[in-house]
C-alpha cells in the first residue's frame, strides 16, 4: 500500500468515532393524547436535522434524522391515541427513520426545542386527527356568513411545571386544565365564536410557544388560565392581568432585535423587510391597539368574576408575565382564585366552583366581542343587519342582559340600543325589546 493509501486509511480511522460522536441519539420517546391529538417527543442528544412526511396505505408518517440512532435502552417504544407502533431503523446513508403506524389520516406539525431546566434537545411532533378537522369545517360552512372569532385558551403550567400546589396538594396545573377545557366547550357552543387549547393534556409547554400557537391559530384574544398563590395564606380573590407597559417595550425590543427573521410578523404583516424606523411604528401601534384591547376585555372579564365571588383587586392589574407578550393578539391572564388559601383551595377542586368561573370568563368575553366584534366576523355581520321583527321580554329575578343577549342569541349592543339603555343594568319588571334577525 502506498504511503497516501497507508494516511487515508489512518485518518478514516480516526475520523471513524468522531462521525460516531457527532450523531443524534434518540434517549427516549414520550407521548400523550388527547381529544383527537397525540404529541411525540423525541429526546435527543443533540440538536438534529430533521424531515417528515405522512403517507396513505395504510395510514403512516415517516420522520427521517440525520445521522441518527436509537438507543438501546428504549428499544420498547410507546403507542397510544393516533399511533398504533412504532419503527425505527437506520438507513444507508447513515439517516434514523422513525416510522409512525397512524390509526387515522393526521394532519402533523414539527418543531425543534433546545434544553430547558428538564430536558435537552428535543424534536415535537403534533399529529391532528384528520377527521376531526374535516368535521368542524362542514359544521362552520353551515354557519352564517363571516368567520368565527378565535380564543386561545392556555392552561398554565403543565408536564414537569406544577405550578403552585396548594396546602390539600391540589396542583395548580391540574385546576388550570379543567376550567380550561370546561370555558373552551363553552366558547365553543358560542354562535360565531370558537376556542383553541394551547395545551390539551398533562405536557409542559414553552411560554413563547404558548404565544406561537396562538398567532399561527390566528386568534383574536389570548387567555391564560392560572390559580394564584402566596405565602399569606389570608389572601382571596380573582385577578385579572394585562401586560405593563414595561413588558410591551421589552418584547418591542427583542421582536425588532429579530426583524430579520421572517417569521416576525405583526399583525400578519412581515417586519423582515422593512425599514427599521417603520418596522418600530408598526410594532408600536400593533402592541398598543392589543394592550388597549387587553385592558377591555379584561375590564369586563374581572365584572363578571366580581359577581360569583371575591376578587383580589376589581381593577385589572399589569405585569410582565411572558406569556402576554404577543405584539398583535390581545392577551389576558386569569387568576382564578388563591390556590394557598384552604378554601379556595377548596372551591377550585370544587365542579361547581369550576363551572362559575368559565362561565364568569366567557360572560365577560362574550360582552366584549359583541360590543367590539372584529371585522368579516359572523358577530359583526349579523349586527349589520336589519331586524327582522322583535319580541318583548319582561325582567325576572336574576336575568342580567348578557344572559338575555345569549338567550335570544343577540348582542348586548343590539338590546342596548333597541332600549337606548346607557348601561347593563336591568330591573325586575323592566320590559324590553330584543330585535331578532333572519336565522336567529
Known amino acids: 500500500m502506498s504511503f497516501i493509501g497507508r494516511l487515508t486509511l489512518i ?102 426545542a433546545g434544553p430547558n431546566d428538564e430536558y435537552g434537545d428535543r424534536l415535537v411532533i403534533d399529529l391532528h386527527q384528520q377527521g376531526n378537522l374535516r368535521a368542524v369545517k362542514r359544521a362552520s360552512q353551515g354557519q352564517s356568513a363571516g368567520r368565527d372569532i378565535v380564543i386561545a385558551i392556555d392552561a398554565g403550567h403543565g408536564g414537569r ?19 380550561s377545557k370546561n370555558l373552551a366547550a363553552r366558547i365553543n357552543r358560542e354562535p360565531g365564536m370558537k376556542a383553541v387549547l394551547v395545551r390539551s393534556g398533562d405536557y409542559y409547554v414553552d411560554h413563547r410557544d404558548r404565544m406561537e400557537i396562538a398567532r399561527k391559530a390566528n386568534a383574536d384574544l389570548f387567555v391564560s388560565i392560572h390559580a394564584d398563590a402566596v405565602e399569606d395564606r389570608r389572601a382571596t380573590g380573582a385577578s385579572v392581568y394585562v401586560l405593563s407597559l414595561k413588558g410591551a417595550s421589552d418584547e418591542a425590543a427583542r421582536r425588532l432585535a ?114 367590539n366584534p372584529p371585522p368579516n366576523t359572523m358577530i359583526a355581520l349579523n349586527q349589520k343587519r336589519s331586524p327582522t321583527q322583535q319580541v318583548s321580554h319582561v325582567i325576572s329575578r336574576g336575568d342580567t342582559l348578557s344572559e338575555i343577549a345569549e338567550r335570544y342569541n343577540v348582542s348586548m349592543g343590539d338590546i342596548k340600543s333597541a332600549n337606548k339603555l346607557s348601561s347593563d343594568r336591568v330591573r325586575v319588571g323592566q320590559k324590553l325589546t330584543i330585535p331578532l334577525y333572519a336565522g336567529t
Open 11 to 112: 485518518v478514516l480511522v480516526l475520523l471513524a468515532p468522531l462521525r460516531a460522536i457527532a450523531g443524534t441519539t434518540v434517549e427516549n420517546v414520550r407521548l400523550w393524547s388527547e381529544d383527537g391529538r397525540t404529541r411525540v417527543v423525541l429526546d435527543l442528544s443533540r440538536p438534529a436535522q430533521h424531515s417528515i412526511f405522512t403517507l396513505r396505505g395504510p395510514d403512516r408518517l415517516v420522520c427521517d434524522l440525520k445521522d441518527g440512532s436509537l438507543a438501546d435502552s428504549h428499544r420498547k417504544l410507546p403507542t397510544g391515541g393516533a399511533i398504533r407502533s412504532i419503527r425505527t431503523g437506520v438507513r444507508a446513508n447513515g439517516q434514523l427513520r422513525v416510522v409512525l403506524d397512524l390509526n387515522h389520516e393526521v394532519r402533523s406539525r414539527s418543531i425543534t
Open 161 to 179: 411545571d406544577p405550578g403552585a400546589v396548594g396546602r390539600g396538594r391540589t396542583r395548580e396545573k391540574d385546576v388550570a386544565l379543567i376550567i
Open 258 to 371: 429579530a426583524r430579520e427573521n421572517a417569521s416576525s410578523l405583526v399583525g400578519g404583516v412581515s417586519l423582515s423587510d422593512k425599514d427599521p424606523v417603520l418596522a418600530s411604528v408598526l410594532l408600536d401601534l400593533s402592541q398598543n391597539a392589543a394592550l388597549s384591547a387587553s385592558l377591555d376585555v379584561g375590564g369586563d372579564v374581572i365584572g363578571e368574576l366580581a359577581r360569583i365571588g371575591k376578587v383580589h383587586r376589581r381593577s385589572v392589574q399589569q405585569a410582565g408575565f411572558l406569556v402576554l407578550k404577543s405584539p398583535d393578539v390581545p392577551s389576558i391572564l386569569v387568576e382564578t382564585a388563591y390556590i394557598s388559601n384552604p378554601d379556595e383551595e377548596k372551591k377550585l377542586r370544587s365542579k361547581g366552583h369550576q363551572d362559575k368561573l368559565a362561565n364568569a370568563i366567557l360572560r365577560g368575553v362574550r360582552r366584549y366581542f359583541h360590543e
